[in-house]
């Protein structure tokens, strides 16, 4: 657990910001917005993990999302919502998609894995982020399209070059000793 990292809870429902806020602010720093204009505002660099929800009046999730990737802002994302996943959710730059509601023991969770992968390499995290939208449309029984097909080859292509990069990993260090 990263005890001093910060948590950005993005949702226009303020009783479940509260409550979410409550589950995570004895592990990390909390900040709040109740829409995706506070939530720009509070953003930045210090932001280790934003977790925002789709549906809010004026500016939606997905444009906060946009927003916050548009700005370099090197945060992990989740889409924590009520929207059930479609094919649309294919092409948005989130490392991980959870439906509400979701209770303490997940929401931590949740924050921990987001921090964790935080730390891996870029082509590691896009392997992730593929596969819980993959997990994400399955659960909602949404892969007879061709955008579910495209991240499955996606996904496979990803998988392959990062078997790739262990095995070579693998192989040097295996020999490094008789250099």
């Not at 660099?45 to 999730?61: E, H, T, W, Y």
């Not at 993959?134 to 061709?146: D, P, Q, R, Y």
Request: net charge negative; charged share 35%; glycine share 4%.
């Amino acid at each position: 657990m990263n005890d001093d990292a910060t948590v950005l809870l993005v949702d226009d429902e303020s009783e479940l910001v509260s409550l979410y806020s409550a589950y995570l602010e004895d592990r990390y720093e909390v900040r709040t917005a109740t829409d995706g204009e506070e939530a720009l505002s509070v953003a930045d660099d210090s932001v280790d993990v934003a977790l925002i929800d789709r549906r809010m009046p004026g500016m939606d999730g997905d444009d906060v999302l946009r927003e916050l990737r548009a700005a370099e802002t090197d945060c992990r994302v989740a889409m924590l919502t009520a929207v059930e996943p479609t094919a649309d959710i294919v092409d948005m730059p989130f490392d991980d998609y959870r439906i509400k509601p979701v209770d303490e023991a997940e929401l931590v969770g949740l924050v921990e894995v987001l921090i964790e992968r935080a730390s891996y390499d870029e082509r590691s995290r896009e392997f992730f982020a593929l596969a819980s939208k993959k997990a994400a449309l399955e659960i909602a029984g949404e892969t007879s399209t061709a955008a579910y097909e495209t991240l499955c080859d996606d996904l496979e292509s990803v998988r392959a070059d990062l078997d790739n990069h262990l095995d070579a990993v693998g192989a040097e260090a295996a020999f490094s000793d008789v250099a």
